[in-house]
Structures are given as C-alpha cells and as structure tokens.
C-alpha cells in the first residue's frame, strides 16, 4: 500500500502537460507518415512492409544533403522523390515479378537498410539545428507543430483533390474491387504501381521532416514504423466514424488520420509519464492496435447479438399475444 501511494505521488501532472506539445509535434509528423500508409493499407488493400525502410531512406537522404551544403527543403524533395523511387520497386516486384504484396514489401524493405547504410556510410548522421537551417526542429516545439500542421493541410488537400481525379479513382477502384475494375478496362497493375509510389514518397517526407526534428538520421529510425502508422490510422478511423458515423466523408477520414497520430503519441505520452519500462513500448503500441482493430469488430457482433435478441423478444411477445387472445 505504501508503495502504491508513493508511486502516484511521484507523478507529476505538470510533467505530463509540459511534453505534451512534443507528442503532438511526433504525432503530427508521423501523422503524415499514417497518410501514405493510408493510401496502401485503406484505399488499395495492399499490405505494404515497404515503409519501415522508405521511413529511414528519408531521413538518410535528408541527413547528407543537408550535411553537404543543400538547404533543408531541397533535401525534403529529394527524400520525397527517393521514397517514389523506393515504392516503385516495391509495385514492379509485385506487378511484373507476381511476388505476393507482403513479400515484395518486405525484399524491399530489407535491401533499403543497406542503401540507407551506404546513403550515410555508417549507422547515424547528426543533423543539428545549431550547425543547419532546418525546416523544423524539436529546439522550437511550437513552430514545429505550426509547420507540421501546414505541412499536413497541404498533404491532406492534395490527397483530396488527386482521389478525386478519374486517376485517383482508379486506385480506389483497384482496393475495393480489382476483378470488377479489370472488366472496366482499368489497368490495375498500373493503379498499384502508382499508389505505392506516392504512399512510400509521403513516408520518406515524413522520415525526411523526423530527422530534422530530432536531430539526427538512424538506419535504425523507420524500425516499426508500420505499427506506429497503422495505429494512426485505425484509431483515427474508429474515432472518425464514431463522432460523424456516416457523415464521415473522406476528407474527415484523412483528417482524423493525422488526428490518431497525435492520438497515438499522447498515449505514450502518457505511458512514459506513468514511468512504464520504455523497454515495453512496442507492446503497448500492439496492444493499442489490437484493440482499435478489434472495435469495429465487436460493435458488429454488439449489433447482431442485439437485435437477434430485439427479434427474439418480439417473437415471444407475439406469441404470448396469441395465448391471450
């Protein structure tokens, strides 16, 4: 008993409240992260490992140039158009190669680590704000919440309008019925190639923007980036359509998928403010997920054990009204 009363008078609510806005600041950037998992995971109903490597391929990218003189921005671009490349590899191996979607993600993914070790020539590059002009950096939480906010509008109003063209449609098309988009004349290889395109060069964005937050490029730093984004988006997507349930437009789904980001790292936040072992992180997060991928589920079930029952009742309810009559 004394040493449960002494552990929640060692937690401190001011400390939880003065790392919030750094969580939100992670959340935000991996948010945008969660966007082009999105892409894959939601729209194309393809299962895409390709990110855990695209995620760091950014920041390596970003890491060098910025090192060698490129200013913060072009390295940004240039990281964005190294995911592209990363992403195209991934939907010709499953295309042309007729390797499985998790296979080709994953030989990609692993080749990635050594390019991303020969991108930097060792294991970590330092990029501080002090030595760069960075786009944003944990040095300035506020501005860099700011910028990641801009950076997801931008995102989220460009993803809008391209799903919106007759190309965009065809991706989604591809994800929710690709015999029938076939018989439509839809080349759905293509669609496929090209959503894994723009998932992985949104990634890398986000690995790219990561880096420059934190400091420093790791070829360890996209470890378990798909969990992290697949967190975002699912509880996103059940908070999403449990606040607008079918008003929930698409706009709003990409919306809230930044939101579960930010969700996601206020929750540990709040972990590591009650002083769980770090070393369990990646179980929390799994946890985290299981449960957000187990609600739809279980209201589904909630709904049919309910109205079997409603059934039920009135069957016996007219039956009794017989009796009586």
Known sequence: MDSLIAYFSSLNPMTFVSQLPGNIAQGIIWGLMALGLFITFRLLNFADLTVDGSFATGGAVTAVMIINGAPAWLAAL?????????????????????????????????????????????????????????????????????????FAVVVIALMYWFFGTELGSTIRATGSNP????????????????????????????GSLFAQYQGFADVNMGRGAIVIGLAAVIIGMVIGDAIFRKKSSFIIKLLFVVVGGILYYIAMGIVLWLKMPTDDTKLFTAVIVALFLAVPNLKEMSKNSFSRAAKRNSKNMKVEAKKDA
Request: zero cysteines.
């Open 179 to 206: 015999d029938m988009s076939k018989a439509q004349g839809i080349n759905i290889n293509t669609a496929k190639v090209l959503a894994l395109v723009l998932s992985n060069g949104m990634v890398a964005l986000s």
């Open 78 to 150: 240039v990281a964005l158009a190294a995911g592209l490349i990363a992403g195209l590899v991934t939907g010709l191996l499953h295309t042309k190669l007729g390797i499985p979607d998790i296979l080709s993600g994953i030989l990609t993914q692993i080749a990635l680590y050594s390019v991303n070790l020969n991108i930097m020539g060792k294991a970590n590059l330092p990029v501080s704000y002090r030595n760069y002009n960075l786009i944003l950096s944990a040095s300035n939480i506020k501005l860099a919440i700011v910028i990641g906010a801009g």
